[in-house]
């Protein structure tokens, strides 16, 4: 085991990095956990929103539509009420929905041809669309009435005493279960991604670049060891530095939140998801030792990829944040699907829990690593040429 024993006395010398990481990653996790923590809630709210309501009908029904709309939302007097005045109040975010309610709007509320109420919302905010639903089910739910032989009058009164009936809505998500967790674990295993991904390149490839170098590969070439058994042993030392380094990680999160909560249902799919993503990582640094890379230009390398990722991918910003244009292009990249798999679990994204999913999601990660080590071999080999050429 004489390669497998240098390995690790060379893994010493970079312990600097593994170091300093592990003191970034704790300051992370005490800054998020106090910032975001208590922003992030399984329960169901609809929220409410600043709107402005033009009446030119100053009728019954456009009365209950402002009362009906005021209590769900803010409503918003403006002194000046032009398109250019709207217009400007809209870009500036000091209203983000208008709705006009046209003169005769009642008297032909029920004809076969009633008038459409207008509305104007900003194009980047889904609050809007929100509310036209409200509007919508609110004006059916009268007409229903009124059909059915109620007086407009009765009509509104019965729409409004079944809406305040409305059963109370909650997000069907693991905080409902006596296995919730604590939220700050949680954090743990998103910015452990982040660590990984630096932690790996830096301590790990500086050892494989040293066993590439001519003179320390062409003396162990001398010894009487097989090149099989020293590609083993290097082997071998990788997978035992990763696993350990996953190890002390998940075992620090033992110690941190408990074993009740590390070993709950949540916390044991988001072990398996860092496993996989720890091998990620592994392929990934293999794939980059083949290039011979000095200090620096790791020092570079590894500070895009893993900066990168976290930004783009939504481990340093929340994916439901992120545009459609940086999802799609994240989408190509297996911290997205890590990050995914921790806000399904979680529900923070809104999306409720399903095992089908995970798989899925672990299936993509899986892909990733496939893919990279497959690159890896190839690259390798291409090296052991250029290297014999």
Not at 130 to 157: H, M, P, R, W
Not at 224 to 247: D, V
Not at 365 to 376: E, G, H, K, P, R
Request: hydrophobic fraction near 45%.
């Amino acid at each position: 085991m004489q390669v497998f024993n240098i390995f690790f006395k060379i893994a010493k010398k970079h312990l600097g990095h593994v170091f300093i990481f592990s003191g970034v990653f704790l300051v992370l996790i005490f800054i998020m956990s106090i910032s975001q923590s208590k922003a992030m809630s399984g329960d169901f709210s609809a929220k409410k929103i600043y709107i402005t309501i033009l009446d030119e009908d100053h009728s019954m029904l456009s009365q209950s539509i402002q009362d009906y709309l005021g209590s769900r939302h803010n409503l918003v007097t403006l002194e000046k009420t032009d398109t250019e005045s709207l217009t400007d109040n809209l870009f500036y975010q000091q209203i983000s929905y208008v709705l006009t309610i046209p003169k005769g709007f009642e008297a032909q509320f029920l004809t076969d041809t009633p008038l459409k109420l207008s509305h104007s919302i900003r194009q980047d905010n889904a609050n809007g669309f929100f509310v036209n639903e409200q509007l919508d089910s609110y004006l059916d739910s009268i007409s229903l009435y009124c059909t059915g032989g109620y007086s407009l009058t009765d009509a509104i009164a019965a729409t409004g005493q079944n809406l305040e009936e409305s059963p109370k809505v909650e997000a069907i998500t693991f905080q409902k279960t006596g296995n919730s967790g604590n939220k700050t674990m949680f954090y743990w295993f998103q910015y452990m991604s982040y660590i990984f991904l630096m932690i790996f390149p830096l301590s790990l490839v500086p050892i494989l670049v040293t066993f590439q170098q001519t003179d320390v590969s062409s003396r162990i070439a001398c010894s009487a060891l097989p090149a099989q058994a020293r590609t083993l042993q290097l082997g071998l030392g990788c997978i035992c530095y990763s696993i350990l380094t996953w190890l002390i990680f998940t075992l620090a999160a033992v110690l941190f939140f408990g074993p009740k909560n590390v070993f709950s249902q949540q916390g044991q799919l988001c072990i398996l998801n860092s496993f996989v993503f720890t091998l990620i990582c592994v392929a990934l640094t293999l794939l980059l030792s083949t290039f011979g890379l000095k200090d620096n230009a790791l020092d570079l390398i590894a500070n895009i990829i893993g900066i990168g990722m976290s930004f783009l991918c939504g481990i340093f910003v929340p994916q439901w944040y992120l545009s459609t244009g940086v999802l799609a292009v994240a989408k190509f990249l297996p911290a997205y699907w890590y990050i995914k798999i921790i806000n399904m679990v979680t529900g923070w994204s809104g999306e409720s829990y399903s095992l089908a999913n995970y798989w899925k999601y672990i299936g993509m990660q899986c892909i990733f690593l496939v893919a990279i080590f497959s690159v890896y071999l190839a690259a390798n080999k291409q090296r052991k040429k250029t290297s014999l050429a």
